[in-house]
């Protein structure tokens, strides 16, 4: 604790101006807790980002199982550790997973000043303080311990004239933000029409051309041919039998380790269960073809049982980098979605492995096949560094915001007079 004005203020909030007395949660804000159906009103999702509309790659609920209802101007916090920094204000009525904590301010006076404490830089770790749980990974925090956490006190004067000021700073911190991610969804779009263009019409100009005998696919040059993927590939499925191997997870940033300690994301009781996969292998979710991924390993170890690994049979005459943007490609244009049997509403639809199989795919001469994945090895990367640049930026400007925002709900920088 510090000490100000005779007050004890606690660690996350440092020094306080001469003048600023302290307050709770609990008396600026009051729990929202009614339940609702998400038949009623539109799904949200809280992530690092704020409020949202809910997340593609969400797990969907129940069909109307119970949600809470979060109404436009509410401030909602992800209650669990391992979603520690999830929350935001709501712009819109909607509904959320119960494992947030929806909370409404008191007084409309001076709930902007309120919610700009709760989303600054250190409130975090706070919340998660008052927390309670077996283990750092197994972490919740309650409304009955949350509405404990105190929290600056200025004049009204005082509160309005940081809110306007941070209002205004805030703005123009998003203004660039969102201006970045157009970027970035530009760059998307354009590496997409780079990589569909080299796969299915090659990177050689003046071509005659043919029907693929695939819509999605279109024309492809005269010498390809179109077979079936049965003829490339060949699924496995060894079972470990054993714990101890490393555990893998298929993203759409590529098939990565787990850590399985941070007890994030789903996990298994028993991993002797899991599917053997070594480096060079291909590995797919075919369950979840809107967010879901194909993509080779570079690490021997284990994935659920419920995915697809499969390898080329013959390297002499398929290269796993074009066929891996090809099934990328796949996914990225819901072909497989297309072709996928389940309950489409909620993105859990499944491929199953006599329609994988007998899938056409284009057949280029083994030497253009190389080719293709060198150009795009090239060309994509360079898409890529343009991207990562942007969401670098992203990252600084969202950090700055709630540094800023910090400085001056505690007091540390005063608004200037200006303003």
């Known amino acids: 604790m510090n000490t100000t004005n005779n007050l004890a203020v606690p660690e996350w909030l440092g020094n306080i101006p001469s003048g600023w007395a302290l307050t709770t949660v609990g008396s600026a804000f009051d729990e929202r807790n009614e339940k ?14 704020g409020v949202v509309p809910q997340l ?25 550790s391992d979603r520690r920094g999830a929350c935001g204000i709501s712009p819109v009525d909607g509904s959320c997973s119960v494992i947030n904590i929806v909370i409404h301010p008191r007084n409309k006076q001076n709930a902007k000043y309120y ?9 975090p770790e706070e919340f ?49 933000i969102r201006a970045a991610e157009i970027s970035i969804q530009k760059y998307i779009n354009y590496r997409q029409v780079v990589i569909e263009h080299a796969i299915t019409k090659g990177i050689l100009p ?33 079972i470990a039998g054993e714990e101890g191997h490393q555990v893998l997870s298929i993203t759409q940033r590529g098939i990565i380790p787990k850590d399985i300690s941070k007890n994030e994301g789903q996990m298994a009781a028993d991993y002797s269960g899991y599917q053997l996969v070594a480096a060079g292998d291909f590995a797919m979710n075919h369950m979840d073809l809107l967010t879901g991924w194909v993509d080779i390993s570079a690490y021997d170890g284990v994935t659920s049982p419920d995915y697809r690994v499969f390898y080329i049979k013959d390297a002499s ?13 796949c996914y990225s244009k819901q072909i497989f979605y297309s072709m996928a049997q389940g309950v489409s509403e909620f993105g859990r639809c499944r491929l199953k492995a006599d329609k994988f199989l007998h899938f056409e795919i284009m057949l280029p001469p083994y030497e253009e096949q190389v080719s293709i994945s060198n150009y795009l090895k090239t060309k994509v990367g360079e898409i890529d560094r343009l991207i990562n640049e942007k969401e670098q930026l992203i990252d600084t400007m969202k950090a700055y915001k709630k540094a800023i925002i910090y400085e001056y709900v505690t007091g540390k920088k005063e608004v200037p007079a200006c303003q």
Not at 56 to 80: C, M, P, Q, T
């Open 206 to 238: 003046d071509r005659n051309m043919k029907p693929s005998g695939d819509k999605a696919f279109g024309e492809i040059p005269e010498e390809w041919e179109m077979i079936k993927l049965r003829r490339i590939f060949a699924i496995k499925k060894i």
């Open 115 to 123: 919610s700009y404490a709760l989303l600054s830089e250190r409130f």
């Open 317 to 329: 005459k398929y290269c796993k980098e074009y066929y891996l943007y090809l099934l990328q490609l």
């Open 56 to 80: 593609s790659s969400a797990v969907k609920a129940a069909e109307d199982s119970d949600r809470k209802l979060v109404r436009a101007g509410d401030f909602v916090i992800n209650s669990r």
């Open 36 to 49: 609702v159906m998400e038949s009623d009103y539109q799904p949200l999702s809280v992530t690092m980002g």
């Open 128 to 176: 998660y303080r008052w927390g309670h749980g077996i283990a750092s990974d197994l972490w919740t925090t309650r409304w009955s311990e949350f509405k404990k956490i105190q929290l600056p006190k200025p004049s009204e004067a005082v509160q309005t004239r940081i809110v306007g000021f941070l209002d205004e700073k805030c703005g123009e911190i998003d203004s660039i």
